[in-house]
């Protein structure tokens, strides 16, 4: 039968649009029992693949199509290993990116089927008038018996011309031919959505006559392929496939055995360092549930054969500790584990908090223990490379993940090849409210993006290659953490390909754990690396993980909102959830966290409620009381549906844990069967049926919203200790917070913060400043590379120039060692503009006046000295720097442009001693209401009204920032004569909702 073998998949990126199950569908709907494909420079797809095709009782037939050169001419051929070997050799080849001559490549044939394309090699020597040429490979080739030449579909001229020679060919000599026909898209009706494909990939339109496609590269039927080839190359499929004997399932492997340095079981070594962390953790003060739950841990890890993950992770944790890296307190389940806690791995006692650890890991739902720790982000790389140096550069690697075309970006990309105008896209994409819904979904639940889509054809035609083209892999990326460590060489076992010098595993991590691999989750965070900042800034030696957990600075700091900086609670509606609910201890601000998501934050407010009159709280059950009171009558931790489970259904825990798993993914086959046990087992503990039931629904309908009660600790756990920072060491919480978005438009609402915090910032200094901010004299000294138009390397460059010669001594001497630099004017007016060159005591239209003259003089004493540029100020008399006043509205207007806000704002300062009550430019723009504000006028316009009266309209600046002032007809005809640039102004006004703006109501003239 005519099977296919020459099927690229999705995974050859942009160039196909054949999934995997549409190959397994295909084959079974034609009754094929073997398949083939054969990507395009790599074995991405092959794992799925092959587990698909023998899920599906088909024989998966692999190969990949790379190049060969022949006198520095490449050509293609397609590579299929016939066996554990063949697979071997060709994922060294695309891992070192080895070019094969022809040589190498007929070599190959001992342990794969190869397959040279007529339509390249031959077809390039026929175009040669080269029959010769032809003749002698192809009577090379017939010394090599699994080498195929291929026989080409018969629906192209060019095609027939090619067979009739090379087909004569081989017969004579006695060379086997193959049929093999490209597919690259499911049916033909599919063939405009590839050729969408390929200018998503190319950037372009499909009109764009460039694209290189190719036609009626469906998947074709036997019946097809019966009419197209040949019949000897139709038989030898057979004999291609039968040859074939490579079974993926046998490239396994394992986690390397931790090696102790000690004559005793690893399972043995845990337990002692467990023990030994147990008795430190708790002072050797140890109650007997904590010796009891650490040796049914330990039990329940060493019978899943799992001791060396734990002491593997262990062991990366000690050499931070040892090197000076912070790691996090813990996040996720493992939070729940005591074992963890004695290692050193979490720093949360789990008992304490009544966490499970059977959340973590149960036998009975078998899965992989999954431990993240966290690293300041500066210092991940550390730990990773330790790993490496320890278990071996290829036992090592990264993860490889793929960006796909999902709803909005499809839209975005279909549109723009279909060549369908902005104001249309942007009025489909506005509809979209879930883009992790799928184009269908939106098409059926969301009725605005369905009359959207329906509007025009030309959207109709977008969302039905939309279709087919949804979540389709785009492009290559690495998991943001996953890292991958082997007993085996990884060459030995998976695909691996190289990006920036790191290893990456060719298959995704859904594919690797069958093969004995376990992803070790390092993560970068970036909330640590300011943590690790501010303790090496502050003279005292805090351990942070053993501060008082009940400062009662912290927790009004939270209920006021003020959580800028924090861990998980920075965003607006959190600040406002914090404000309503008033966190009291750990176990409050753990509850915010899970609460504030998409689905539980409808409950806030009737947590609030319950919170504030806990009496009124109605329970379903009485005894659900000490299990729901903790988080006030809601439901809301996953822990909370297992110890209901357990309490009141007679439920293990580790049952108890299957029951959550099962509710929570809305296991069908599992979740019937638990069900009836729970509520039979309620029945047995004499509770009624009616109220199980209704506990079950309870349960059930909680279970989309449950967090894990473990994890929303840990990551409560970080954001106190961030919150306990900034309340006492604001100083160094800022200047950390300010360095972790060095050069960013968004420090300015941190600089703005530390104004009205009267943290002090000093202005930017040549002589002082550096490449980040740091602490002098209690005050925060702003940086060169966050200076409007000052880069990163222009910060390096005047720092490196200013330790290796000294401090600059005059605004010419500035100027000249910048020549010799070769900095630009522009930044030297920037340095200029935003005060940094103040301590030259010239103005700043002193020296943007003589900016060019200085520059001109420099250039004048400038000359060359064994090829190096040289300045000599003595060659020429210096000019003379006129002096010119500033005025002080353009200062301000400078400094606002090039660092974001005011430094030097005593202007409004010193008015505010005297006049209470007023309110920050800054706070009123997040306000509506009445309000007084003290403010300098920088410019204003009249305007007339419809009925001919006239207003005003006034940008106006405060030391905070700017907010613009409306006066209308009757309060300008009172106040017109004293709006004046640069005068300063107590206004009282209202702002309203959704303007920026302050009307104004009654003004006072502070400074004329």
């Known amino acids: 039968m005519a099977i296919l073998l020459y099927n690229r998949s999705c995974y050859s990126l942009l160039q196909s649009t054949i999934r995997i199950s549409d190959l397994i569908d295909f084959a079974l709907a034609n009754g094929q029992k073997a398949i083939g494909i054969c990507e395009k420079g790599n074995l991405f797809s092959a794992k799925e693949f092959s587990d698909k095709c023998r899920q599906a009782g088909i024989k998966p037939v692999i190969g990949c199509e790379l190049s060969f050169n022949v006198e520095d001419r490449q050509f293609d051929v397609l590579i299929y290993p016939r066996n554990h070997s063949g697979f071997l050799n060709l994922m060294d080849i695309l891992l070192n990116n080895r070019e094969l001559d022809f040589q190498q490549l007929l070599i190959m044939n001992d342990n794969s089927n190869i397959v040279l394309k007529s339509d390249s090699y031959f077809s390039y020597l026929l175009n040669e008038n080269s029959i010769t040429a032809i003749t002698a490979v192809i009577e090379k080739i017939s010394k090599y018996e699994n080498i195929y030449v291929s026989s080409l579909a018969e629906n192209r001229a060019v095609n027939s011309k090619i067979n009739e020679i090379v087909l004569m060919l081989c017969k004579k000599f006695n060379v086997k031919t193959i049929a093999i026909d490209v597919a690259l898209y499911n049916r033909e009706q599919d063939y405009e959505a590839y050729k969408c494909l390929q200018a998503i990939g190319k950037g372009t339109s499909i009109t764009d006559t460039n694209l290189s496609l190719v036609t009626d590269a469906s998947l074709k039927p036997p019946e097809a392929m019966n009419l197209l080839f040949d019949k000897a190359s139709l038989d030898n499929i057979n004999f291609f496939v039968s040859a074939i004997d490579l079974n993926l399932d046998g490239f396994k492997t394992r986690l390397p055995v931790f090696e102790t340095g000690y004559a005793i079981s690893n399972k043995e070594y845990l337990k002692q360092l467990c023990l030994a962390g147990l008795q430190k953790r708790l002072d050797n003060k140890i109650p007997q549930k904590y010796s009891e739950r650490l040796i049914s841990e330990i039990e329940v890890i060493c019978s899943m054969n799992f001791e060396d993950y734990f002491l593997i992770v262990y062991d990366i944790v000690l050499y931070c500790r040892r090197n000076n890296i912070m790691t996090g307190p813990g996040r996720g389940s493992a939070v729940g584990s005591l074992v963890c806690y004695c290692l050193g791995i979490t720093h949360i006692d789990p008992l304490e908090y009544d966490l499970l650890f059977e959340r973590f890991l149960n036998r009975e739902r078998i899965s992989m223990p999954d431990i993240d720790i966290d690293f300041p982000d500066s210092k991940r790389i550390k730990a990773i490379e330790y790993v490496k140096e320890k278990y071996g550069l290829l036992n090592v690697s990264n993860i490889i993940t793929f960006g796909s075309l999902t709803t909005k970006a499809l839209i975005r990309d ?36 369905k009359t959207a889509i329906n509007s025009s054809a030309q959207l109709q035609k977008l969302y039905r290659i939309g279709n087919i083209l949804y979540d389709m892999p785009k492009n290559i990326s690495t998991h943001a953490s996953g890292v991958l460590i082997s007993a085996d060489k990884l060459t030995e076992v998976i695909p691996l390909i190289k990006v920036s010098d790191n290893y990456v595993a060719g ?11 376990i992803k070790f989750d390092l993560l970068g965070l970036k909330n640590l690396s300011i943590v690790e900042e501010i303790l090496s800034a502050i003279d005292e030696n805090i351990d942070i993980y053993k501060i008082p957990l009940d400062d009662v600075k912290v927790f009004k700091m939270l209920s006021n909102g003020d959580s800028s900086g924090i861990f998980q609670l920075e965003s607006e509606g959190m600040r406002s959830t914090l404000r309503k609910v008033r966190p009291a ?41 000490p299990l729901l009171e903790e988080t006030y009558g809601i439901m809301i931790y996953q822990e909370q549906i297992m110890k209901i489970a357990v309490s009141l259904a007679g439920f293990t825990l580790t049952k108890a844990d ?57 990551y409560g756990f970080l954001a106190y200790i961030m919150s306990f920072l900034k309340v006492r060491y604001p100083l160094d919480f800022y200047c950390a917070l300010l360095n972790s978005k060095i050069g960013s438009a968004e420090n300015v609402k941190y600089l703005l913060e530390c104004r009205l915090k009267e943290i002090k910032l000093a202005a930017p200094d040549i002589n002082e400043s550096k490449e980040v901010f740091y602490v002098k004299n209690k005050s925060i000294v702003f940086p060169f590379n966050q200076i409007r138009n000052i880069s990163n390397l222009t910060s390096r460059t005047i720092i490196k120039d200013r330790n290796e ?57 400038t000359y060359e000295e064994n090829g190096q540029k040289k300045v000599d100020l003595s060659l020429v008399s210096q000019p003379e720097i006129r002096k010119y006043a500033d005025e002080t509205n353009i200062v301000l207007e400078d400094q606002l442009a090039y660092l974001g806000l005011f430094l030097n704002a005593n202007f409004i300062e010193k008015y505010r001693l005297d006049y209470k009550n007023t309110t920050p430019s800054m706070i009123a723009r997040n306000r509506i ?9 920088a410019k204003y316009k009249q305007h007339t009204t419809r009925t001919g009266e006239l207003m005003c309209f ?23 004569e004293f709006i004046k640039k640069g005068i300063i102004v107590l206004v009282k006004g209202k702002k309203n909702p959704n303007r920026d703006t302050v009307v104004v109501r009654e003004l006072l003239v502070l400074k004329g």
């Open 414 to 449: 279909l549109g723009k090849v279909l060549n369908i105008n902005q104001s249309s896209l942007d009025i489909v994409l506005q509809t979209i409210v879930k883009d992790e819904w799928t184009l269908s979904q939106q098409y059926e639940d969301n009725i605005y993006f």
């Open 507 to 517: 298959y995704t991590m859904s594919h690797l754990e069958s093969m004995g691999l």
């Open 585 to 625: 201890n750990l176990e409050e601000l753990a509850t915010v966290i899970a609460l504030y998501r998409p689905g539980p934050v409808v409950f806030i407010d009737q947590y609030i409620l319950n919170k504030k009159n806990p009496e009124k709280i109605v329970y379903p059950h009485p005894d659900l009381k």
């Open 658 to 714: 299957l029951l959550r798993s099962a509710v929570s993914k809305k296991s069908s086959e599992k979740l019937e069967s638990l069900k009836n046990d729970f509520i039979q087992g309620c029945i047995n503990n004499n509770y009624d049926r009616k109220v199980a039931e209704n506990i079950y629904r309870n349960i059930y309908r909680f279970a989309d919203y449950g967090f894990n009660k473990s994890h929303a600790i840990g």
């Open 805 to 861: 010669k000294g401090k600059y001594q005059s605004f010419i001497d500035f100027v000249s060692r910048m020549h010799l630099l070769n900095i630009n004017e522009k930044s030297i007016e920037a340095l200029i503009r935003s005060g940094t060159l103040d301590s030259f005591k010239l103005t700043h239209n002193s020296m943007l006046s003589a900016l060019k003259e200085v520059l001109n003089y420099v250039k004048l004493c």
């Open 929 to 937: 209401g009445d309000m007084s504000l003290i403010l300098t006028i």
């Open 954 to 976: 006034a940008t106006c600046y405060d030391e905070y920032g700017a907010i613009d002032l409306v006066f209308m007809p009757d309060k300008y005809l009172l106040y017109q």
